[in-house]
């Protein structure tokens, strides 16, 4: 099994708050302070689009429900519910249509400047099964951005980091250039793919039954 690291930046960059006002005068209030989110920057381990799928436990479409709460230790991270739409993938031993995910970071904490899971959001996720959790049915994202999978309501599906040659036959290639060039500010240099999502669960199908 093959296997690759991402390196996205140097790890444990802290970012100082940065507290500003204004002069009072008479009744005249100070503005709140305005809290500024610390930077966590992680080397992650990368699967290919096969090797994903024979070490997930879990493959699924969920759409996000609600944030459950956030931990800090041994790292920052969210823990959400959310409603499995569709499995691609199955867990033998998961007899619900309803599952806990961890993500890295936290309010306090921006993992690898991801933003995190917000309500309705739906993805598909590449899932290992996790211990040590209070809430039932609990798993984590296998390769975390690279094993995240958007949905644009539109038949397609953006791959959030890793450009995945194994994807390539999937891929629209024309989508995937024009949103690179219109957020070519704003994807902290990771490499994103757009591809068919009929034909990515085709893929998983085929693969699966091989």
Do not use: C
């Not at 930077?39 to 436990?57: G, P, R, T, Y």
């Not at 998961?94 to 690898?112: M, P, R, T, V």
């Amino acid at each position: 099994m093959k296997r690759k690291f991402v390196l996205l930046g140097v790890s444990g960059v802290l970012a100082l708050s940065i507290a500003f006002g204004v002069v009072i005068y008479g009744n005249a209030k100070a503005e709140p302070k305005q809290p500024v989110q610390k930077a966590i920057h992680a080397k992650l381990q990368v699967f290919n689009f096969e090797d994903a799928l024979e070490n997930s436990d879990l493959v699924v479409k969920v759409e996000v429900e609600k944030k459950t709460r956030e931990l800090s230790e041994p790292s920052p991270k969210t823990l959400f519910q959310a409603k499995i739409l569709d499995e691609l993938k199955a867990d033998p031993s998961l007899n619900a249509d309803q599952i806990h995910i961890l993500q890295q970071g936290n309010s306090e904490w921006k993992f690898n400047q991801n933003d995190l899971f917000l309500e309705n959001e739906r993805y598909v996720l590449f899932l290992k099964k996790a211990i040590g959790i209070d809430e039932p049915n609990t798993y984590w994202i296998l390769g975390e951005e690279t094993g995240m999978y958007k949905d644009s309501g539109t038949g397609k599906l953006l791959k959030l980091s890793y450009y995945d040659k194994q994807l390539e036959d999937i891929e629209d290639k024309e989508l995937t250039k024009n949103f690179l060039k219109d957020n070519e500010n704003k994807m902290d240099s990771k490499e994103v793919q757009i591809v068919n999502e009929q034909q990515f669960k085709d893929k998983v199908e085929k693969i699966l039954n091989n």
